[in-house]
């Protein structure tokens, strides 16, 4: 059963802008951290951005300013808005959402990736 589902990544020149969603359930939205990952090519997936259920978010060094990621209580979605992309940012991107129930056993779950291309 797929409980996070990406969207919105394809090919992008650099300086351009791209948006990738992340759909789920309304119990994963409302209770779980909801985060994106990426990986590139011979690299190791990395956090990009994470936003909890409360809506505070933090960003990777290398995106903040550039990036924003936001809830959308209508939709039961998480949006990463990406803005100045640069060929750096080329990577398979991941949603992932984690919670911890009884303290200590954590539950997470990833999406399948969606491609994000920056090139000219």
């Known amino acids: 059963q797929v409980k996070l589902v990406e969207s919105g990544g394809g090919l992008v020149q650099p300086g351009g802008s791209l948006r990738l969603s992340c759909a789920t359930s309304r119990t994963i939205f409302s209770t779980y951290d909801i985060g994106w990952y990426r990986q590139a090519p011979g690299k190791q997936r990395e956090l990009v951005a994470v936003?909890?259920?409360?809506?505070?978010?933090n960003y990777a060094e290398s995106v903040k300013g550039r990036f924003t990621v936001t809830r959308d209580d209508a939709s039961n979605a998480v949006h990463l808005q990406m803005n100045n992309l640069s060929p750096e940012d080329t990577a398979v991107y991941y949603c992932?959402?984690?919670?911890?129930?009884?303290?200590?056993?954590?539950?997470?779950?990833w999406g399948q990736g969606t491609q994000v291309t920056v090139s000219s």
């Open positions: 936003i909890n259920s409360g809506g505070s978010a």
């Open positions: 992932h959402g984690e919670t911890i129930v009884a303290g200590t056993i954590k539950i997470e779950y």
